[in-house]
T-cell receptor, first 118, second 111 residues
C-alpha cells in the first residue's frame, strides 16, 4: 500500500529564513503527491500538487515542492518564511486499494508543525 | 459560498452515549470524506461517499456509521462512544479529484 513519511515532527525557523519540510513516499509507480496546510484551529487547505511533468511545482502562498524520484521525496520549500506560515503541514498520496479506484481518497503523513520565531 | 460546514464545533460525550456529527457542503461535490485526526498520527479516513446513496469504509471505520441521502449532507454517527474515539473529526468534499475542501472540524471528547 502507498504510504508517506514526514521525518520531522516539529521545525522552528526565524522569520525571513528559508524553509524545507521533508516528505518521503512509498509507491510502486510515479505517484500523485500533495501538500496540505492546517492553520491553528482550521481545516486543511491544499498548497500544491504534483501529477506529472515538471518536477518543480509552484503552489499558493509562495510555496514550492520538488519531486525527486531517485530519493522518493517531495520536499516543500519556501525561500523566506513569514510569521503567518506557522501551521502544521501534511504530505499526502492517494489511498488506492489493490486494483481498485481511488475516488480521490488520500493517506496523509504524520504532519510537521512549523513554528516561526520573530 | 460557505464551503464545508460542520456542527458542532465541540462536544463532550459520556462512554456509551451516541451522537451524530453533521457535515454539509454547498459546492455540489460528488465525493465526501470523514477523517479523524489524532496528535502525531496525521489524518485517517473513516468513511467516504462518491454520491448520494453510495458510501464505503475507509482505513478506520469501526465504531462509526454514515449515510448520504443528499449530495449536500454526509453525517457521521457514533453509536456507543468509547474513549478511543476522542479525536478531532474533519469532513471534506471534492469534485471527483484529489483537491479536497475541508470543514473546520469537530473536537470530540469521550469520558
Amino acid at each position: 500500500a502507498q504510504s508517506v513519511t514526514q521525518p520531522d515532527i516539529h521545525i522552528t525557523v526565524s522569520e525571513g529564513a528559508s524553509l524545507e519540510l521533508r516528505c518521503n513516499y512509498s509507491y510502486g509507480a510515479t505517484p500523485y503527491l500533495f501538500w496540505y496546510v492546517q492553520s491553528p484551529g482550521q481545516g486543511l487547505q491544499l498548497l500544491l500538487k504534483y501529477f506529472s511533468g515538471d518536477t518543480l511545482v509552484q503552489g499558493i502562498k509562495g510555496f514550492e515542492a520538488e519531486f525527486k524520484r531517485s530519493q522518493s521525496s517531495f520536499n516543500l520549500r519556501k525561500p523566506s518564511v513569514h510569521w503567518s506560515d506557522a501551521a502544521e503541514y501534511f504530505c499526502a498520496v492517494p489511498l488506492n486499494p489493490a486494483g481498485g479506484t481511488s475516488y480521490g481518497k488520500l493517506t496523509f503523513g504524520q504532519g510537521t508543525i512549523l513554528t516561526v520565531h520573530p | 459560498n460557505a464551503g464545508v460546514t460542520q456542527t458542532p464545533k465541540f462536544r463532550i460525550l459520556k462512554i456509551g452515549q451516541s451522537m451524530t456529527l453533521q457535515c454539509t457542503q454547498d459546492m455540489n461535490h460528488n465525493y465526501m470524506y470523514w477523517y479523524r485526526q489524532d496528535p502525531g498520527m496525521g489524518l485517517k479516513l473513516i468513511y467516504y461517499s462518491v454520491g448520494a446513496g453510495i458510501t464505503d469504509k475507509g482505513e478506520v471505520p469501526n465504531g462509526y456509521n454514515v449515510s448520504r441521502s443528499t449530495t449536500e449532507d454526509f453525517p457521521l454517527r457514533l453509536e456507543l462512544a468509547a474513549p478511543s474515539q476522542t479525536s478531532v473529526y474533519f469532513c471534506a468534499s471534492s469534485n471527483r479529484g484529489y483537491e479536497q475542501y475541508f470543514g473546520p472540524g469537530t473536537r470530540l471528547t469521550v469520558t
